[in-house]
């Protein structure tokens, strides 16, 4: 059973940093691309980052330069550095495996980003 459990949302000042992490367990971590993805209010979900198993790095235009993706594979473990933050950042945040084409999702943690 795969499990994705996200944590480090929350409420934060524009111009702040947030640290997110995902916590796999029930797939073999090291060779899953590992994604985060973001959902905010009325919008359809958008890929924020994602990490290859051999730690390649793609990101959004619109996170370049603010976030940095990165991965423990001997802890399973994902993680999203979100520096800079802008009040469009406001969404809820999911980790993803394997790709958005395969069910293994997190739960989601809602990071909110003030004005």
């Known amino acids: 059973q795969v499990q994705l459990v996200e944590s480090g949302g929350g409420l934060v000042q524009a111009g702040g940093s947030l640290r997110l992490s995902c916590a796999a367990s029930?797939?073999?971590?090291?060779?899953?691309?590992m994604g985060w993805y973001r959902q905010a209010p009325g919008k359809q979900r958008e890929l924020v980052a994602s990490?290859?198993?051999?730690?390649?790095?793609d990101y959004a235009d619109s996170v370049k330069g603010r976030f940095t993706i990165s991965r423990d594979n001997a802890k399973s473990t994902v993680y999203l550095q979100m520096n800079s933050l802008k009040p469009e950042d406001t969404a809820v945040y999911y980790c993803?495996?394997?790709?958005?084409?395969?069910?293994?999702w997190g739960q989601g943690t809602q990071v909110t980003v003030s004005s």
């Open positions: 029930g797939i073999i971590f090291s060779i899953n691309t």
């Open positions: 993803n495996a394997g790709g958005p084409h395969l069910p293994y």
């Open positions: 990490i290859s198993a051999t730690g390649r790095a």
